[in-house]
């Protein structure tokens, strides 16, 4: 979903909005540099473990609600997309408190990280900008996109439509007040397909 090459995945990575998904898990297990940042790792392992456990029921019941909007290719039905978002979380259970302890995992959230000017080459924030639309504002977008472009050079945003599988209503003003802003934008569409209509993600440069 963000057309990661070799040489991205050798980056100073930022992970923002990650939550219990695995890929701060898997890049460092291969030698890569990542932070991840989420509000939710202010909660303790077994507190996280008990919520996923908690709303994974209501979870599957709106994915097959909604199964319309998704593309069952590469993941054949909701069964088998519970079982793979259960293997993530689980990766990422049993990686969290080394993660904690060694500063990559970061209780934070946007529009206020914790970092320095620049003190990531690559920003990833995938399926919470943008997506939540109706949650959070245009300023809010705003805001936390150029946070993002103040602790990254680069920053990757994916998926650009709202829960309603609609393009996001906030992501024309975000362009424009970033250009505004100085940041270069650009639209790449990547190879990545589950939510119907999600082919792109948004770049930003802020140098
Ligand atoms: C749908 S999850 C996406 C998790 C992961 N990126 C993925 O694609 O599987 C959205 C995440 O955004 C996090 N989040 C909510 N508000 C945030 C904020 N203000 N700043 C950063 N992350 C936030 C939530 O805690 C949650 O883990």
Redesign the pocket.
């Known amino acids: 979903m963000f057309a990661l090459s070799e040489d991205d995945l050798q980056k100073r990575l930022l992970g ?4 219990p ?1 695995c890929f701060n898990a898997q890049l460092t297990q291969r030698g890569g540099n990542v932070i991840s ?4 790792y202010q909660f303790s392992s077994e507190q996280i473990r008990s919520r996923i456990e908690e709303v994974y029921p209501q979870i599957m019941s709106q994915m097959e609600q909604n199964a319309d909007s998704y593309i069952w290719e590469s993941i054949k039905d909701v069964a088998e997309l519970g079982k793979v978002r259960m293997a993530a979380m689980q990766r990422f259970l049993s990686d969290y408190d080394s993660g904690l302890e060694a500063g990559r995992y970061i209780s934070a ?2 529009p206020n990280l914790p970092f320095q000017d620049q003190q990531f080459e690559l920003a990833l924030c ?3 900008l943008f ?1 939540y639309s109706e949650h959070f504002d245009l300023e809010q977008h705003i805001q936390g996109m150029k946070e993002l472009c103040r602790a990254a050079a680069e920053v990757r945003v994916y998926p650009l439509l709202s829960l309603d599988s609609k393009p996001s209503k906030h992501l024309s003003a975000v362009i424009e007040a970033l250009e505004a802003a100085g940041i270069r934008t650009s639209l790449q569409t990547v190879d990545y397909r589950f939510q119907r209509g999600a082919t792109d993600m948004l770049i930003a440069h802020a140098v």
């Open positions: 923002c909005g990650d939550g998904a940042v989420d509000p939710v959230s946007l995938s399926h919470f997506l």
